[in-house]
C-alpha cells in the first residue's frame, strides 16, 4: 500500500469557499486549517513563519489566494521563505497571470486553479514530488566549502529547532514522553524518506547508506508505512483518480 500524504489547506474567511476541497484524494489527505489566527494583530515578519514549526506535520501545504487576500499571502510567504521547509502549493481564484507570477516569485512552488482542483490535484502533487525530489538529489552534492560552512552553522540551528518544538510540546501540555515518541517518529520518517530520495528507491544502497541491516531498514518503512516505489521516478506519471 502506498503511503496517504497529508496536506493542509490554509483558509480565511475570503477562502470558506475552499473548504469543499477537504478529503482523500488518491493516496492524498486534505485537512483544512484556518487563517484567521495569523490575522489577529500579527504583522507579516510573525506570521506564516511562526506556523512553519506546525506544517512540518504535513507533507504539503496548500494556500488558498483570491484577490481579497492576494497581498497578505504574498508578505507572509515573502517572509516566511526562509523558515518554511514544507512546500507550499497555491489554490488560486480570479487571479490575473501576472498575480500568479506574483505567488510564484514570493515562495510557492507550484499553483493550482481552484476549477481544476478536484480532477487535477492528485497527479499535480505527484509531479511536483519528483520535481522535489529531484532538486534534492542534485543538492545533495555540496562543493566541500559550502558543506563545512552548513556543518558550521548545523549545531545552532538544530539547538534553535529543537527547543522551539520541544517548547511547543510543553506550553500545549503534552505529556513528556508522548512529545519524544512523536518528535522519534517524524525524524525516523523523515530520515527513511531522505534516504531514498537520495537512493532514487533502492532499498539495499539506502541502508546502507544509512549504516543500518537491510531488514532494520525495511522495517521501518512498514512502521511508516512508506513505500519504495514512488521514489523510483516512473518515467510517465499515472493518470489521476479521485477516490
Given amino acids: ?24 484524494y488518491k493516496q492524498l489527505q486534505v ?10 494583530g500579527d504583522t507579516p515578519e510573525q506570521g506564516l513563519r511562526h506556523w512553519a514549526t506546525n506544517l512540518l506535520y504535513y507533507d504539503l501545504a496548500i494556500v488558498v489566494v483570491c484577490p481579497s487576500n492576494l497581498a497578505w499571502v504574498r ?8 523558515y518554511l521547509r514544507t512546500p507550499v502549493l497555491a489554490l488560486v481564484k480570479d487571479l490575473q497571470p501576472v498575480a500568479i507570477q506574483d505567488m510564484l516569485d514570493a515562495g510557492a512552488v507550484d499553483f493550482i486553479m481552484d476549477y481544476r482542483f478536484a480532477t ?10 519528483q520535481r522535489l525530489q529531484k532538486s534534492f538529489s542534485r543538492s545533495s552534492t555540496v562543493p566541500q ?11 545552532n540551528s538544530l539547538e534553535a529547532y529543537t527547543a ?13 514522553q508522548q512529545a519524544k515518541n ?44 512508506i513505500d519504495a516505489e514512488i521514489y523510483r521516478m ?4 499515472e493518470q489521476p483518480s479521485i477516490r
Fill in 234 to 237: 516512473p518515467a510517465c506519471p
Fill in 164 to 176: 522551539a518544538l520541544a517548547t511547543r510540546y510543553a506550553v500545549h501540555s503534552q505529556p513528556f
Fill in 31 to 40: 485537512h483544512t486549517l484556518s487563517f484567521e489566527p495569523l490575522l489577529q
Fill in 75 to 82: 508578505s507572509q510567504l515573502h517572509y516566511a521563505r526562509t
Fill in 1 to 24: 500500500m502506498k503511503p496517504i500524504s497529508q496536506c493542509v489547506l490554509l483558509i480565511d474567511q475570503a477562502s470558506a469557499w475552499a473548504q469543499a476541497y477537504a478529503g482523500t
Fill in 182 to 225: 512523536t518528535v522519534i517518529q517524524r525524524f525516523e520518517k523523515a530520515y527513511i524518506r531522505a534516504a531514498l530520495v537520495r537512493n532514487q528507491g533502492n532499498i539495499t544502497r539506502a541502508a546502507r547508506c544509512a549504516q543500518k541491516h537491510r531488514r532494520s531498514f525495511w522495517e521501518l518503512m512498514r512502521k511508516h508505512n
Fill in 145 to 155: 566549502r559550502e558543506s563545512s560552512s552548513l556543518e558550521a552553522q548545523e549545531p
Fill in 120 to 129: 487535477e490535484f492528485s497527479i499535480r502533487v505527484k509531479i511536483l514530488q
